[in-house]
Nanobody
Framework: VQLAESGGGLVQAGGSLRLSCAASGITFRFAYMGWYRQAPGKQRELVARITSSGGSTTYADSVKGRFTISRDNAKNTMYLQMNSLKPEDTAVYYC???????????WGLGTQVTVSS
């Protein structure tokens, strides 16, 4: 199984980025997916997660109303649309895959998001 994140970069506060996570080696449409992030000196934290069908999503309070998680099962790809970015959103963002709720089975290598003030 491979998870490949893309779309990170440097953006000014108030700007937007769209992250993608392409999955291979697994039946993607059955997998629960999520985005996590880790800032320097901090623990990795959940940003958002989505069920296998895409019918249910969960967000961290810090990103509600600004970020949107989605997936395209036909393309084996998950997305994170990030709007109104803040400097505190600066982190490495990781894609995660779980076969069952409550346990992460696979991680991507991460993509850096830097928001300047």
């Amino acid at each position: 199984v491979q998870l490949a994140e893309s779309g990170g970069g440097l953006v000014q506060a108030g700007g937007s980025l769209r992250l993608s996570c392409a999955a291979s080696g697994i039946t993607f449409r059955f997998a629960y997916m999520g985005w996590y992030r880790q800032a320097p000196g901090k623990q990795r934290e959940l940003v958002a997660r989505i069920t296998s069908s895409g019918g249910s999503t969960t967000y961290a309070d810090s990103v509600k109303g600004r970020f949107t998680i989605s997936r395209d099962n036909a393309k084996n790809t998950m997305y994170l649309q990030m709007n109104s970015l803040k400097p505190e959103d600066t982190a490495v963002y990781y894609c995660a895959l779980a076969r069952l709720i409550g346990r992460i089975d696979y991680w991507g290598l991460g993509t850096q998001v830097t928001v300047s003030s």
